[in-house]
């Protein structure tokens, strides 16, 4: 194969095949066909490569959920759970577009979620890289202008003036420790399953961040098991299917625990109304589900909930940020301003 260097196949090219998949099955072309339409508007060689891959195993008789099954790091669990049950209930077109849905909806809201958090953390990257050209290049020719004059600094000079000369004695430790810091990190927390867990269990518990990524794994848990309950896959099998896929070790293990109890007999609502990181309506809303047979439809109105009062809470939180952010970037510049216009202007006046 001709694989890219990344191999890598975005939400967003996912969600654009599903849908352009799901028009063409609609319209009546058979699936090889629909798939090799598919490999001429896909312009990442890796994807391409994989849809030739799955049209080549349909070719000899491999069913469709098989042949996306060989490549689990384009199709996740819940996708290929779907097409199995489509393939089993003979509901091909209907499920494949309401996947497609699905597919475009957790794209935009996951998207919505982490635009209201990359916002920030955008700004803090630029100020750092601003204060690290002030400190290696703009103070350093200050302090030779300040030495000459042979003057009592104020201390937001003198404060300046010790933290440049700091990084530009131990600057490269500082570095050294940083990328040592983050290899770590990012090893402990993508790798280990300590990790994994202390990292879930962070973004569910630090305030702000905690509502939207709570009201994510919410939409994400509603949805999926919405989508794969009226896809006609078993509730247990559905629930293991949405732990596997929901994106938070935490709330992964939950939903085992739901899964064996599920298999005792318990009822989903009893083992979820216990776990602290469920909000409680989700609990009561399972409940009713259950007790009126329409768990798809309720879980759906669940789904909808959530993903209303979340973005809700990211237009709420990014008007607050930006006040917030120029607050803080105008502190600094004043801080700065000060410690260099002030002695500055103490030296002219001595000169004049």
């Not at 597919?103 to 990359?118: D, G, L, M, P």
């Not at 920030?120 to 290696?136: D, E, K, R, S, T």
């Not at 776990?275 to 329409?294: D, L, N, R, Y």
């Amino acid at each position: 194969m001709n694989l890219t260097f990344l191999n890598r196949v975005s939400v967003r090219e996912r969600a654009l095949f599903t849908r352009s998949l799901s028009a063409m099955v609609s319209a009546g072309l058979p699936l090889v066909q629909s798939l090799t339409l598919l490999t001429k508007e896909t312009s990442n060689t890796y994807f391409v490569a994989v849809i030739k891959d799955i049209i080549a195993a349909l070719e000899q008789g491999e069913t469709f959920s098989l042949a996306l099954s060989k490549h689990p790091k384009v199709f996740n669990k819940v996708y290929i759970s779907s097409i199995k049950a489509a393939e089993s209930s003979g509901k091909f077109e209907e499920i494949i577009k309401n996947l497609a849905e699905q597919e475009s909806k957790e794209y935009k809201f996951s998207s919505s979620v982490k635009a209201a958090i990359a916002y920030p953390v955008f700004i803090i990257i630029v100020i750092i890289i601003a204060a690290i050209v002030l400190m290696i290049v703009v103070v350093p020719k200050l302090v030779i202008i300040f030495s000459d004059a042979n003057m009592v600094l104020p201390w937001a000079t003198r404060a300046l003036i010790g933290t440049a000369g700091f990084f530009l004695n131990y600057g490269w430790i500082v570095l050294v420790v940083l990328i040592f810091a983050v290899i770590w990190a990012r090893y402990f927390f993508t790798q280990s399953t300590a990790g994994k867990m202390f990292y879930g269990r962070v973004l569910i518990s630090i305030p702000v961040i905690r509502d939207l990524f709570t009201g994510l794994y919410m939409v994400r848990f509603s949805g999926t098991l919405s989508m794969l309950v009226k896809a006609g896959v078993s509730i247990i099998g559905a629930i293991e299917t949405v732990g596997d896929v929901i994106g938070n070790p935490v709330y992964e293990a939950i939903l085992k625990n739901v899964s064996s109890q599920l298999e005792r007999g318990v009822p989903m609502s009893v083992p979820l109304s216990k776990a602290p990181e469920f909000p409680a309506v989700v609990s009561q809303m399972v409940a009713i589900g259950e007790q009126t047979g329409k768990l798809d439809e309720v879980m759906a109105s669940l789904e909808e909930l959530y993903e209303d009062e979340t973005n809700k809470k990211i237009t709420l939180i990014t008007s607050l940020l930006e006040p917030i952010l120029l607050v803080i970037v105008g502190l600094g510049v004043g801080t700065v301003v000060f410690a260099i216009i002030v002695p500055i202007y103490q030296i002219s006046s001595s000169i004049q």
